[in-house]
């Protein structure tokens, strides 16, 4: 298991440390991208935003799919989140009551500026989620759900004393769903809930680090495939997510292996290299996606201890419930041949006189 950040920039360097998300009083650093368009600038409309200011002027959400787009420049900070980011800028208020409890992803990608999102139910300072760099420096809570009989205040807010154009969109979540493909191996780890502690596969991050071996794949089989569950939780108050750490032992002379995965919600893979033991700071190599994504990493692996890592990309709420079913397969780590003796024909043929 794993102590909550929401930062995906600098992953590899965060992922394995045990200490709480800490909020900062100064700005972040900006994240460069590779979009080809400009950033949005500024709109200058009569209504200076399309959320209202607070709840009392909430613009409501009739019906999903819904989006908007506006700018919380010049507006008020009303509320701040205690959900230990560091929240002091202005902020507009959508409000959504459904008729029936749904699952919905609510998104600021693609804002300009640095974002934080979070939702209060029925009254300020309820709040049931909340986030801040879920999709580069804007926000976005996935699969969070939301119950039939209360009204979610949804708080489009900034980092620090950030402002400016964002973009607002809710949609119901679809669920993804993935099976064990038949001939798969059951991770077998206990589901986790709020207060689990990981002494099953957590790798460096449980005491003492513990590892599930992966066999090796027998001829003429090229690949191992395992199924496993994963999910978020809350441990003394604070996000964790359920990260399962594998474990091979490459043989001498190396190997070339692939690392793929397949979740039920945004989820990290990686390959870690284990033979300095833990704890460990940095994957070999990662990547990750939204549920129901083919997610693939490659290396070309010395001899010794290696570690094959996969989770949830996010924390707590924001991961989704535990339970939820990912498959990886391991390519490439293949068992040694077993040695034949040659025989001439006559040897042969004397076996069955």
């Not at 080809?36 to 999903?64: C, F, M, R, W, Y």
């Not at 790798?203 to 199924?227: M, R």
């Not at 990912?326 to 006559?346: D, F, K, R, S």
């Amino acid at each position: 298991m794993r102590l909550a950040t929401s930062c995906v920039a600098g992953m590899a360097l965060l992922l394995f440390t045990a200490a709480a998300y800490a909020s900062s009083p100064s700005p972040k650093a900006a994240t460069p991208t590779l979009h080809k368009e400009a950033a949005l600038s500024v709109p200058n409309p009569v209504h200076i935003d399309q959320g209202g200011d607070t709840i009392g002027s909430a613009i409501p959400i009739a019906a999903l799919p819904y989006s908007d787009s506006g700018t919380t420049a010049g507006y008020v900070d009303n509320y701040q989140p205690n959900c230990g980011y560091a929240a002091g800028a202005p902020d507009v208020v959508y409000s959504f009551s459904p008729g029936a409890t749904v699952s919905v992803n609510i998104s600021l990608c693609g804002s300009s500026y640095d974002t934080e999102l979070y939702v209060f139910q029925d009254t300020v300072g309820n709040i049931i989620a909340c986030n801040d760099d879920n999709c580069g420096l804007q926000s976005q809570l996935l699969n969070l759900s939301l119950a039939a009989g209360h009204v979610y205040y949804i708080i489009v807010d900034g980092y620090y004393n950030n402002s400016g154009a964002y973009q607002f969109s809710v949609q119901e979540n679809v669920p993804c769903v993935v099976p064990c493909p038949p001939g798969s191996l059951l991770e077998g780890e206990p589901v986790c809930h709020d207060n689990y502690y990981d002494s099953y596969n957590g790798g460096c991050n449980s005491n003492p680090p513990v590892f599930t071996p992966l066999p090796c794949a027998q001829a003429p089989a090229t690949s191992v495939t395992v199924c496993g569950t994963y999910g978020g939780f809350l441990y003394n108050g604070l996000s964790y997510r359920d990260t399962d750490w594998y474990v091979i032992t490459v043989p001498a002379g190396g190997e070339t292996v692939t690392w793929a995965a397949r979740g039920e919600t945004d989820t990290l893979i990686g390959i870690i290299n284990g033979n300095a033991g833990c704890p460990a700071s940095a994957f070999y190599a990662y990547t990750y996606g939204s549920g129901c994504t083919n997610l693939s990493v490659s290396g070309s692996l010395s001899a010794g201890t290696w570690w094959l890592w996969a989770g949830t990309l996010n924390f707590g709420s924001t991961a989704g419930p535990c339970g939820q079913h990912y498959t990886a397969t391991l390519t490439g780590h293949l068992c040694p041949l077993i040695a034949v003796e040659p025989a001439t024909w006559g040897q042969i043929k004397n076996m069955y006189k």
